[in-house]
């Protein structure tokens, strides 16, 4: 039988806190909340109560907020300290929560430091035979250590005793007050006896024991020994009533109005669940482990179905389930036309039905009534695929959704992954799952699916999200479903005509090259071309920066080099016709569908951290618009017979909401008159009507400064110097004041919240702006300029589209949306609708939301998308 008695811990919480946080370098999760403080406390805890399985514990906190008895003895107590760091602050809450969560008992007394509730519960405990452990680094409570009372500190793995106390200060624990009362303590500005140090406060108080009894006894110091006792006892005489103070300023009581009630601090364990959703938050995956006994994914019971009789009795336990989650694995990542390989479906509890080989005849039949149940709330991760997917095959998906991946993106636009797998690693404190097969994969994320949802709509609810995940998101992407299912008619004939023109330029170009280099070599190759460029043709080499491999031949260098030789021009010629002909001429056939003969695009919701459009398989929002190669490829995107292509584009929008955003009278006047706003600030800036080289250089300025361009990039883009450049920003934001205050306020918002936000509330996380790296801040204070402008915009061409949709159907029109590029939509109506439905359009999207400035959309009717733009 053990005869260790029973131990009462006493975390030193403020102290330790502080601790960490000057400990750990700066840290933040992926959003930017600081957690090193949280961290190094939460390491401690973890340490503590890993190795010594306290019985009794409290964690005791400064309550503060009112004037303690040092306060009312001596004004000047801790004047000198500097307001809590803001990087502390914010991860106060946090402490909190994880103290709550760990389930330890807290404590903190109004009026009264935690010093002192430490030392009271330590002497009560110990009047009641308990061991009393002090955790703490703080060298001020080795004058509470006694037999039955000692300090641990976790950091150094450092235990104190009364014989440490007596090794490290020299005398006893009770004399550490008088010690700190001759030397002072500059932390806490207990000012002590000018003159006097450690040393010799030390020698004072094993030679007279007390501050007291040495004023008394100032006639002994002559013959004490003490070295410069003579200008000790000037001293002593001098601040003898400081010294008084001081000693009492440094003693820490032990009878404040607390009382030591050991049920209250017996500790029962964490609360796990909310421990786990907390380190999940805060992105401490290996303390979740260690702290929280990290939640293992479910366990999962699979029903195999392979066949509709199969299918439809696995589905029969799930039918009245009020949600059912679903996800589908597919051959390739086109939705609209990959073979749908298996589909999990899962309800709250019962087994996950694997659906296998559902393009089977008569197996999707048994899953149509449950995928088409009004009542019924789907749960996915990518629903918007799935809705494409069971389109395509004669399902329809119905009822109330939830697609976590949407929520994850909505909480956070710079997360890495949005699968099921991660988002459970980081909401609920799960593992993500060893390697396995794909069946048991999706089985696996349907099951996820359940727990994930209330978590993540909870999360949006309470930073405000909920409005732009419901409103704005969610029903976008079933229009983007059906934007992908109707597709664009291509003309492949015509992209075969082009591609054999190109591919007899290209032959033509490399036959210059090899001229102008003097002699053949492989164009694609960096290393020959490096060689032709420098060795061969000894081209200068100034300002070119060098990679791993070699010096740069990336299109700056090769622009920059095209003013002293022809050959550089040629290759960026060779490159860009290379890239459109294996790109877009030669690809694009290839992606038609031989189904619809239409070509199907994929849109991304959830990668641009900006909150923009994506697409993919194939990407159609890089076809270059200006060069005559880009506008052949865009004339092959043609309406269907009987059909007309409509093109409405917002007109200057990024900077229609930067008016709105910085609220510039100037800028704001400009647009309410329908000025063209770049030969506007060519006027203002350059101070001439302008030329097509002072609009482009206004364009420069227009576009480039609210994205931070700096004076280097500024005079590369209007070819002229840097101070040239300078002085045309200074210009700039003179004529502008409100652009100006904007891109401060902004900035500074976004340095003190962590974040930035878009109209319709979308934010962005710049952790990068706690970066110990000039050049990486520089980047984040850019991103908060950008975003809320490019944001905005994205915005509001996504609201266009649910607007645009939504008018269309109620007008009765046929007319579809076909795509979304940029700051464009695409919409396919029949001939004789095309007007009445560009019409409808134009005025919709001018209306869709109301800023400080007239929103503008440019519309055009044609047969092809080049006639349009």
Same mark, same amino acid.
């Given at each position: 039988?053990?005869?260790?008695?029973?131990?009462? %811990?006493?975390?030193?919480?403020?102290?330790? #806190?502080?601790? &960490?946080?000057?400990?750990?370098?700066?840290?933040?999760?992926?959003?930017?909340?600081?957690? /090193?403080?949280?961290?190094?406390?939460?390491?401690?805890?973890?340490?503590?109560?890993?190795?010594?399985?306290?019985?009794?514990?409290?964690?005791?906190?400064?309550?503060?907020?009112?004037?303690?008895?040092?306060?009312?003895? +001596?004004?000047?107590?801790?004047?000198?300290?500097?307001?809590?760091?803001?990087?502390?602050?914010?991860?106060?809450?946090?402490?909190?929560?994880?103290?709550?969560?760990?389930?330890?008992?807290?404590?903190?007394?109004?009026?009264?430091?935690?010093?002192?509730?430490?030392?009271?519960?330590?002497?009560?405990?110990?009047?009641?035979?308990?061991?009393?452990?002090?955790?703490?680094?703080?060298?001020?409570?080795?004058?509470?250590?006694?037999?039955?009372?000692?300090?641990?500190?976790?950091?150094?793995?450092?235990?104190?005793?009364?014989?440490? *106390?007596?090794?490290?200060?020299?005398?006893?624990?009770?004399? *550490?007050p008088e010690v700190l009362g001759l030397m002072g303590d500059p932390s806490d500005d207990i000012p002590g006896v000018r003159g006097i140090g450690e040393k010799t406060a030390v020698a004072l108080v094993r030679r007279f024991g007390t501050v007291d009894r040495l004023l008394q006894h100032l006639d002994e110091l002559a013959t004490?020994?003490?070295?410069?006792?003579?200008?000790?006892?000037? &001293?002593?005489?001098?601040?003898?009533?400081?010294?008084?103070?001081?000693?009492?300023?440094?003693?820490?009581? $032990?009878? *404040?109005?607390? $009382?030591?009630?050991?049920?209250?601090?017996?500790?029962?364990?964490?609360? $796990?669940?909310?421990?786990?959703?907390?380190?999940?938050?805060?992105?401490? !995956?290996?303390?979740?482990?260690?702290?929280?006994?990290?939640?293992?994914?479910?366990?999962?019971?699979?029903?195999?179905?392979?066949?509709?009789?199969?299918?439809?009795?696995?589905?029969? @336990?799930?039918?009245?389930?009020?949600?059912?989650?679903? #996800?589908?694995?597919?051959?390739?990542?086109?939705?609209?036309?990959?073979?749908?390989?298996?589909i999990a479906v899962a309800g709250p509890a019962d087994p996950v039905v694997l659906v296998i080989a559902p393009d089977a005849r008569g197996v999707l039949a048994a899953l149509a009534p449950l995928a088409g149940d009004l009542a019924v709330q789907k749960l996915g991760a990518d629903l918007k695929a799935l809705r494409v997917a069971?389109?395509?095959?004669?399902?329809?998906?119905?009822?109330?959704?939830?697609?976590? &991946?949407?929520?994850?993106?909505?909480?956070?636009?710079?997360?890495?992954?949005?699968?099921?797998?991660?988002?459970?690693? #980081?909401?609920?404190?799960?593992?993500?799952?060893?390697?396995?097969?794909?069946?048991?994969?999706?089985?696996?994320?349907?099951?996820?699916?359940? &727990?994930?949802?209330?978590?993540?709509?909870?999360?949006?609810?309470?930073?405000?999200?909920?409005?732009? !995940?419901?409103?704005?998101?969610?029903?976008?992407? =079933?229009?983007?479903?059906?934007? =992908?299912?109707?597709?664009?008619?291509?003309?492949?004939?015509?992209?075969?005509?082009?591609?054999?023109?190109?591919?007899?330029?290209?032959?033509?170009?490399?036959?210059?090259?090899?001229?102008?280099?003097?002699?053949? !070599?492989?164009?694609?190759?960096?290393?020959?071309?490096?060689?032709?460029?420098? =060795?061969?043709?000894?081209?200068?080499?100034? @300002?070119?920066?060098?990679?791993?491999?070699?010096?740069?031949?990336?299109?700056?260098?090769?622009?920059?080099?095209?003013?002293?030789?022809?050959?550089?021009?040629?290759?960026?010629?060779?490159?860009?016709?290379?890239?459109?002909?294996?790109? %877009?001429?030669?690809?694009?056939?290839?992606? #038609?569908?031989?189904?619809?003969?239409?070509?199907?695009?994929?849109?991304?919701?959830?990668?641009?951290?900006?909150?923009?459009?994506?697409?993919?398989?194939?990407?159609?929002?890089?076809?270059?618009?200006?060069?005559?190669? @880009?506008?052949?490829?865009?004339?092959?995107?043609?309406?269907?017979?009987?059909?007309?292509?409509?093109?409405?584009?917002?007109?200057?929008?990024?900077?229609?909401?930067?008016?709105?955003?910085?609220?510039?009278?100037?800028?704001?006047?400009?647009?309410?008159?329908?000025?063209?706003?770049?030969?506007?600030?060519?006027?203002?800036?350059?101070?001439?009507?302008?030329?097509?080289?002072?609009?482009?250089?206004?364009?420069?300025? /227009? %576009?480039?400064?609210?994205?931070?361009?700096?004076?280097?990039?500024?005079?590369?883009?209007?070819?002229?110097?840097?101070?040239?450049?300078?002085?045309?920003?200074?210009?700039?934001?003179?004529?502008?004041?409100?652009?100006?205050?904007?891109?401060?306020?902004?900035?500074?918002?976004?340095?003190?919240?962590?974040?930035?936000?878009?109209?319709?509330?979308?934010?962005? +996380?710049?952790?990068?702006?706690?970066?110990?790296?000039?050049?990486?801040?520089? !980047?984040?204070?850019?991103?908060?300029?950008?975003?809320?402008?490019?944001?905005?915009?994205?915005?509001?061409?996504?609201?266009?589209?649910?607007?645009?949709?939504? $008018?269309?159907?109620?007008?009765?029109?046929?007319?579809?949306?076909?795509?979304?590029?940029h700051d464009e939509l695409v919409i396919e109506a029949p001939d004789d609708e095309a007007e009445r439905a560009a019409r409808l359009v134009q005025a919709t999207m001018e209306a869709v939301w109301p800023l400080a400035v007239p929103l503008r959309v440019d519309v055009r009717i044609g047969a092809h998308w080049a006639e349009v733009?």
């Amino acid at each position: 039988m053990s005869t260790r008695r029973q131990r009462l %811990y006493l975390i030193d919480a403020s102290g330790y #806190v502080y601790r &960490a946080f000057h400990a750990l370098p700066p840290l933040s999760t992926s959003r930017g909340v600081p957690t /090193n403080a949280v961290l190094g406390f939460a390491r401690m805890v973890a340490k503590l109560l890993r190795q010594e399985r306290p019985d009794y514990v409290a964690v005791v906190f400064d309550a503060g907020g009112r004037e303690t008895f040092r306060d009312a003895l +001596y004004e000047g107590y801790k004047a000198s300290r500097r307001p809590t760091p803001a990087e502390l602050r914010a991860q106060l809450p946090y402490l909190r929560r994880l103290v709550e969560a760990l389930r330890l008992p807290v404590l903190a007394e109004p009026g009264v430091e935690a010093d002192d509730v430490i030392g009271t519960l330590a002497a009560q405990a110990e009047a009641a035979g308990l061991e009393t452990v002090i955790v703490t680094g703080d060298k001020d409570m080795m004058q509470l250590v006694t037999e039955r009372t000692s300090l641990y500190d976790t950091m150094h793995e450092r235990r104190i005793g009364p014989a440490e *106390v007596c090794e490290r200060l020299g005398v006893e624990p009770a004399q *550490v007050p008088e010690v700190l009362g001759l030397m002072g303590d500059p932390s806490d500005d207990i000012p002590g006896v000018r003159g006097i140090g450690e040393k010799t406060a030390v020698a004072l108080v094993r030679r007279f024991g007390t501050v007291d009894r040495l004023l008394q006894h100032l006639d002994e110091l002559a013959t004490s020994g003490i070295r410069g006792a003579q200008r000790v006892r000037e &001293a002593l005489e001098r601040d003898a009533a400081a010294a008084r103070l001081s000693a009492e300023l440094a003693r820490i009581r $032990r009878d *404040v109005p607390v $009382r030591l009630d050991l049920e209250e601090l017996r500790w029962a364990g964490p609360d $796990r669940e909310r421990l786990r959703a907390l380190l999940a938050e805060l992105e401490m !995956f290996s303390l979740l482990r260690e702290l929280g006994g990290e939640s293992a994914p479910p366990h999962v019971a699979i029903a195999r179905a392979d066949d509709a009789a199969a299918t439809e009795a696995a589905l029969r @336990g799930i039918a009245a389930a009020p949600a059912v989650a679903i #996800v589908a694995q597919f051959a390739s990542p086109r939705p609209t036309t990959a073979r749908l390989e298996a589909i999990a479906v899962a309800g709250p509890a019962d087994p996950v039905v694997l659906v296998i080989a559902p393009d089977a005849r008569g197996v999707l039949a048994a899953l149509a009534p449950l995928a088409g149940d009004l009542a019924v709330q789907k749960l996915g991760a990518d629903l918007k695929a799935l809705r494409v997917a069971f389109a395509r095959r004669g399902l329809t998906l119905a009822g109330p959704a939830i697609d976590v &991946a949407l929520a994850s993106y909505c909480l956070d636009p710079s997360r890495p992954d949005h699968s099921p797998a991660a988002l459970a690693e #980081v909401f609920l404190g799960q593992p993500r799952p060893a390697a396995t097969d794909a069946d048991s994969a999706i089985c696996a994320a349907a099951r996820t699916l359940h &727990a994930l949802a209330p978590v993540l709509l909870d999360r949006l609810r309470s930073e405000g999200l909920e409005p732009l !995940f419901r409103d704005l998101e969610m029903p976008l992407a =079933e229009v983007l479903a059906e934007m =992908e299912l109707a597709g664009i008619a291509l003309d492949v004939e015509a992209l075969a005509q082009l591609s054999g023109e190109l591919a007899e330029r290209l032959d033509a170009l490399m036959s210059e090259i090899h001229a102008l280099a003097g002699g053949p !070599f492989n164009i694609g190759s960096p290393a020959q071309l490096r060689a032709v460029l420098f =060795e061969r043709l000894g081209l200068s080499t100034r @300002g070119i920066k060098r990679g791993k491999t070699g010096l740069s031949t990336d299109v700056d260098v090769l622009t920059r080099l095209a003013r002293e030789h022809p050959l550089p021009a040629k290759i960026l010629e060779w490159r860009q016709l290379a890239k459109l002909k294996t790109t %877009y001429v030669d690809a694009l056939p290839a992606l #038609v569908d031989p189904v619809t003969g239409r070509l199907h695009t994929c849109f991304n919701q959830t990668v641009a951290v900006t909150g923009r459009l994506s697409s993919s398989d194939p990407n159609l929002q890089n076809i270059p618009v200006r060069s005559e190669v @880009g506008r052949r490829i865009r004339a092959a995107f043609v309406a269907a017979p009987g059909w007309r292509l409509i093109s409405a584009d917002y007109s200057q929008i990024e900077l229609r909401v930067l008016a709105h955003l910085a609220n510039d009278a100037a800028l704001c006047a400009a647009f309410a008159r329908g000025d063209d706003i770049h030969a506007a600030t060519a006027v203002a800036v350059f101070g001439h009507l302008p030329s097509a080289e002072g609009r482009r250089m206004a364009k420069v300025m /227009n %576009y480039g400064i609210v994205y931070g361009m700096g004076a280097a990039r500024a005079a590369r883009e209007m070819n002229v110097s840097v101070a040239e450049a300078e002085s045309y920003i200074a210009q700039y934001l003179d004529r502008y004041p409100g652009v100006r205050a904007f891109m401060q306020r902004t900035v500074q918002e976004a340095y003190e919240r962590g974040w930035v936000a878009t109209v319709l509330g979308r934010r962005r +996380y710049l952790p990068e702006l706690r970066s110990a790296d000039g050049a990486v801040r520089q !980047f984040a204070e850019r991103a908060a300029i950008n975003t809320p402008i490019q944001g905005s915009a994205a915005d509001l061409i996504k609201l266009a589209m649910l607007h645009v949709r939504q $008018r269309l159907a109620g007008a009765g029109l046929r007319a579809r949306l076909l795509l979304q590029v940029h700051d464009e939509l695409v919409i396919e109506a029949p001939d004789d609708e095309a007007e009445r439905a560009a019409r409808l359009v134009q005025a919709t999207m001018e209306a869709v939301w109301p800023l400080a400035v007239p929103l503008r959309v440019d519309v055009r009717i044609g047969a092809h998308w080049a006639e349009v733009h």
